[in-house]
């Protein structure tokens, strides 16, 4: 429903348009003057916000344009009732207002063109389109942002103007007032015309699409991956970077949507966004040898229908939901599993993948997890809570944090001997069930508690200057990454618009290792500012959830890519059966949980997963863990990155040859046609030329 302030804004608006008509007919000009700026502060709040607001007003016949014209005829009204109808200011008011409505379309206009104008057929990153093409500049952003906002509230100057006049009974304040609206609206379009003019205007559809056959025929990408998705799905597309930024041969990212792009981690991998189907299948990836898919939808068949490359399911984690066996990977040429356990479910789920088609190639993404022998001397234990968000379709099962998550809190603040907690919740915690967002605020409000409590406790000591010392290195990390994400443009930081981040969107390597050495830096120091003993909540996207895992020596998570992500630290976990299935039929169903502590809603268990922390050699599910991680996850040696490469490697091996036998094959038709078509000459059944 959006923040309290614009909702508060929004009411005001709504409220201040009766005012205006009250003020109108009373007539008060003090009054209208009032609600005036009451309407127009409030409609400049929500477009800065960019309040969904905005958009719903519209949709129930109060858009931008009506607000607007609605509060200039009640000034005409207003000018009326005050006895102006037969003053020139009255007049002048209306010739102003219908001209200034009259420069609305060009102006309109205008934005269009230059918008449509600078959308390229294709967006790219890490490109270099700028030595084949001539790209000009954006035009300057107080021009085109929000540019319907701007140009309508240029009308302030008139209306300021006719209410003092009216005030004045002075004719005088009011002409300048119209004077400057009119003068100003016409400057306004024509600052815009030298953008869809001349050397201002980016190269049509055509140039830009050769100049990026043109690239791909230097660069010969070897292999693609693949991705279409909304803006929430971008998280799939950014796992697999580090990995392409690791393979052997040449990698390639093809984007269809722009937001996915947007919202696109930096990377030093080339990067095409290619909206249009069309497009996408006439450009030149007749050197790519293997794709990548990481996700099963409709505009994959765009370049699955290529023959000349291999496609590859690779998916976007590893569990045991219904969507890492979908039927739909029967049309990729292989689908590359973590470990045993994905080629299983697909034998189980009888979908009709044949276990030929199943290359076991590891996790490379989970490469950062660290392993673990036991907590370090000196130090409590420190037991992360990760449960999943409630999903869609309002099953109990889903998440932890309704039935049991106040449960496993309580109980873990209050160990004896003590633990460390860190409650970390899934993003969309709560944003579909209001009893998980009402726990996930208790949980918060408990673990904030207990911190509060422990900072009191002479039991537990602080290293004051150490804990100052790693703030300051803090702030001096946060400060050089804004001062990196605000310069330079590549990966398109301080792009003007599209047209300008493809133009500029090469990557400075430098800049880009010197961004993930600080975010490394950022989180050493993170677990510094704080002591070891603190509980604490993290939401956001930093610390990740890997960096969460390292410093844990525990896990109470659901079911979901969390628990088979965290097996490879090979360290204790509970898995919360919120379903209330019973232990068996839980581990029954969900082969991540085969080797954790299940938990009931009541978290009576919770003492199990403590011992295993508190005494390694004691835990009895210690073997089970290791058994688990390499059915889940492979075998650690080979690396889950050599596995990968050697995968692209031998797949990209069995498309040459197909490619090689099916030229031959067109080569030996053609030679036969050319035989066939030499005048008295025909072949005999045994091959040889016979003459007639």
Not at 118 to 123: F, G, Q
Not at 285 to 306: E, F, M, P, Q
Not at 517 to 528: F, G, P
Not at 577 to 583: F, P, Q
Request: charged letters at 20%; one cysteine or more.
């Amino acid at each position: 429903m959006g923040s309290p302030a614009e909702l508060a804004a929004a009411a005001l608006m709504i409220l201040g348009f009766p005012a205006l008509m009250l003020a109108a007919l009373v007539p008060s000009v003090p009054a209208f003057a009032a609600a005036a700026a009451v309407t127009y502060l409030a409609d400049h709040y929500l477009h800065r916000k960019g309040s969904y607001l905005v958009n719903r007003l519209s949709k129930v016949r109060a858009g931008l344009s009506i607000r607007f014209l609605i509060r200039q005829l009640l000034l005409i009204l207003l000018l009326a009732r005050l006895g102006f109808a037969d003053d020139l200011v009255y007049y002048g008011a209306i010739a102003c207002f219908i001209a200034f409505y009259g420069l609305q379309a060009p102006h309109g206009a205008l934005v269009t063109l230059i918008r449509n104008r600078r959308r390229m057929p294709v967006a790219t990153r890490n490109v270099d389109l700028a030595s084949r093409i001539r790209i000009p500049d954006a035009p300057p952003r107080r021009l085109l942002h929000r540019s319907a906002e701007k140009m309508l509230h240029l009308d302030v100057a008139a209306v300021a103007g006719i209410l003092v006049s009216a005030a004045l009974e002075s004719a005088v304040a009011g002409f300048i007032g119209i004077g400057v609206t009119v003068g100003l609206g016409c400057l306004y379009v024509v600052a815009l015309v030298p953008y869809v003019r001349g050397r201002k205007v980016p190269p049509n559809a055509e140039t830009v699409l050769a100049a990026v056959d043109d690239w791909l025929g230097e660069y010969r990408p070897e292999t693609v991956l693949y991705f279409s998705g909304s803006k929430d799905s971008a998280y799939q597309v950014n796992m697999w970077l580090e990995t392409m930024e690791q393979l052997d041969s040449k990698p390639l990212i093809i984007l269809r949507e722009r937001v996915i792009l947007n919202n696109m981690a930096p990377t030093t991998v080339p990067v095409i966004c290619v909206p249009g189907g069309v497009h996408l299948m006439n450009m030149d990836l007749s050197n790519v040898r293997v794709a990548l898919y990481a996700a099963n939808v409709g505009k994959n068949i765009h370049l699955l229908r290529v023959p000349t490359m291999k496609h590859v399911f690779i998916g976007h984690g590893d569990s045991d939901k219904l969507a890492s066996v979908n039927p739909y990977s029967k049309v990729y040429d292989e689908v590359w599993t973590a470990g045993r356990a994905g080629r299983d479910r697909y034998a189980i789920a009888d979908v009709g993948v044949r276990d030929d088609d199943i290359v076991e190639v590891g996790r490379p993404q989970l490469a950062p997890i660290q392993g673990w022998d036991g907590v370090p001397e000196g130090r409590i234990p420190t037991v992360l809570y990760a449960p999943t968000w409630e999903g869609w379709d309002g099953n109990p099962g889903n998440t932890s944090i309704v039935l049991a998550g106040e449960n496993i809190v309580k109980k873990l603040v209050k160990a004896d001997p003590p633990v460390r907690v860190l409650y970390k919740p899934h993003p969309f915690t709560g944003t579909v069930s209001k009893e998980a967002g009402a726990a996930h605020r208790r949980i918060t409000a408990l673990v904030e508690q207990a911190a509060t409590e422990r900072a009191a406790d002479s039991r537990f000591q602080v290293d004051g200057a150490a804990q100052a010392a790693a703030r300051a290195e803090l702030a001096r990390i946060e400060a050089r990454l804004a001062e990196l994400s605000g310069k330079g443009k590549g990966n398109g930081n301080g792009r003007g618009d599209e047209a300008e981040a493809t133009r500029d969107g090469l990557v400075d390597i430098a800049r880009h290792e010197e961004v993930a050495r600080l975010r490394a830096e950022w989180n050493a120091a993170y677990w510094l500012s704080f002591g070891s003993h603190e509980h604490r909540v993290i939401t956001g996207a930093e610390p990740r959830l890997y960096d969460c895992f390292n410093v844990s020596d525990a896990m109470v998570s659901d079911i979901s890519s969390v628990v088979s992500d965290f097996i490879a630290s090979g360290k204790p976990y509970a898995v919360t059966d919120s379903a209330e299935l019973g232990v068996e039929e839980f581990k029954r169903q969900n082969t991540a949980v085969r080797a954790a502590t299940i938990l009931s809603n009541s978290a009576g268990e919770l003492g199990e997963l403590l011992d295993a922390v508190r005494d390694p050699a004691a835990d009895p599910l210690a073997e089970d863990r290791g058994d688990l991680k390499r059915y889940l996850l492979g075998p650690d040696e080979p690396t889950s990155i050599e596995q990968f490469n050697t995968a692209v490697a031998n797949l990209a091996i069995k498309a040459q040859t197909r490619n090689v036998g099916q030229e031959s094959r067109a080569a030996a038709g053609a030679a036969g046609a050319e035989l066939a078509a030499v005048p008295g000459q025909r072949m005999s059944a045994a091959g040889d030329d016979v003459t007639a």
